[in-house]
């Protein structure tokens, strides 16, 4: 009869829990949410502390999620030991580090304050472990409420990612020397203490940057990208001035101007102008306000030289009842002559003389656009004339979807009776609703 000390023995060695490879128990670790991943110590003995060793720290929604009952000051005070006492015994590399700091009552200066000497805290703990990515939200709700990022970021010289939101940025020490590994860079409502130009000093020290993200940050008036490496580029803010230089590698780019005016539209059509020569772009989205400053500063007509490498063009709010937007549009299409997709949204704006509207009547045709979407349509005679053109050049053009913007079935039934009476250059192309 085997004795108990063998039973154990073979019972052991059975264990698949317990035998499991670092790899595999880091990736469970790391589908699981933090409250969960500290409750498989009670696996067995191997997995008494290895949460306390997982390379992934998520502290997001779900966690502060389970304090939902109490008012944010004593929210954060439970939920802040929690995370200095995970980041305290934690015994190995931390790889991959997500916060957010969720309690947001505007009125409570001290809850700022607080979050501000936390966040001093954790980030000194973690930044000698050298992560890689790196994501901050602060739930700020208000400019007043931004916390300061402390300087310790800057010693992450392994970052790979970073993302910020809502934060005081300030100049980094003089020793930094940037982050030589930076791929990816995401800075959302972010104040620059010592203006954009230590912005642009921070993204030139990133020599492998291939993706940039810059939304709605404090002062971002001028916009001056020069990254080699850069892939992908999304701008959301309000700029006056915007210029592009030294960016070979451009696959997709997305700008979005909030502005109500823009001072200097020169750059920015130049801009525009540059990448059709400098890059083999893919992608370019121009949304908000952006149209009209390029409309108005001479990108009426199809550029001198052709977007030959874009597969898919966006144009958004554009309010086509200004002429000068119409030909913008019309001439963003004919510098494209290679697209696949083409998105168009339409500001609502009141109808205008016909004969105000009229597209070149030459030979030019779109060989590979397959499928257009136009939202925001009311009837106008703009609209159906941007259509009618679309219809007439596109000769494999297989789905127009189409949305109306507010209005009645009767309207709705009368744009779509317009919209069937075009002519079409592709026998395969049909209309689909998108409220279908």
């Keep these: 009869m085997a004795s108990s000390e063998s039973l154990e023995s073979v019972e052991t060695n059975n264990d698949l829990i317990s035998t499991m490879p670092v790899i595999v128990t880091d990736k469970i670790l790391k589908l699981l949410p933090l409250t969960i991943a500290a409750k498989t110590s009670i696996l067995s003995r191997t997995w008494r502390r290895n949460w306390l060793s997982c390379p992934y720290l998520v502290f997001d929604g779900a966690f502060w999620g389970g304090f939902s009952k109490l008012d944010d000051s004593v929210k954060w005070h439970k939920g802040s030991n929690i995370i200095s006492s995970v980041l305290f015994h934690h015994n190995g590399r931390v790889d991959s580090f997500y916060l957010a700091l969720r309690p947001q009552n505007a009125k409570n200066a001290d ?40 300087s310790y970021l800057f010693h992450c010289n392994e970052l790979v990612k970073l993302k910020l939101q809502c934060f005081v940025l300030n100049a980094p020490p003089f020793d930094f020397k940037g982050f030589p590994h930076l791929k990816r860079l995401e800075l959302l409502c972010m104040k620059f203490n010592n203006g954009i130009d230590m912005l642009w000093s921070l993204i ?19 916009l001056d990208i020069d990254a080699p490496s850069l892939e992908k580029l999304i701008i959301k803010g309000a700029f006056d001035s915007l210029r592009l230089k030294k960016v070979p590698r451009l696959i997709t780019v997305l700008l979005c101007s909030t502005n109500l005016e823009m001072s200097d539209t020169e750059t920015a059509v130049a801009s525009i102008n540059s990448l059709a ?62 697209i696949k997709d083409l998105e ?51 000769v494999v053009l297989e789905n127009l979807f189409f949305e109306c913007e507010k209005l009645d079935a009767a309207s709705e039934l009368k744009v779509l009776r317009q919209l069937i009476r075009l002519p079409r250059a592709s026998t395969k192309a049909q209309f689909i609703s998108l409220g279908e």
């Design 204 to 222: 030139a020290k990133c020599p492998c940057l291939v993706f940039l993200r810059l939304e709605n940050c404090l002062g971002m008036d001028i």
């Design 344 to 394: 168009i949204s339409i500001t609502s704006t009141t109808d205008v003389v016909q004969d105000k509207y009229e597209y070149p009547l030459n030979d030019y045709k779109l060989g590979r656009l397959r499928m257009v979407k136009i939202k925001g349509i009311t009837g106008s005679n703009a609209e159906l004339k941007l259509i009618e053109y679309l219809l007439a050049i596109s």
């Design 111 to 150: 809850l700022v304050v607080a979050k501000n000497a936390s966040l001093s805290q954790w980030l000194s703990l973690f930044s000698r472990t050298c992560p890689r990515k790196i994501v901050l939200l602060n739930w700020a709700g208000k400019w007043s409420n931004l916390v300061i990022m402390p």
């Design 277 to 338: 020569s400098s890059c083999e772009l893919q992608c370019l989205v121009i949304e908000g306000n952006l149209s009209k400053f390029l409309a108005a500063g001479g990108i009426n007509k199809s550029l001198p030289l052709a977007f030959n490498h874009l597969d898919k063009l966006c144009l958004t709010d554009l309010t086509l009842a200004d002429t000068d937007v119409f030909c913008f549009t019309v001439g963003m299409v004919q510098s494209c002559p290679f």
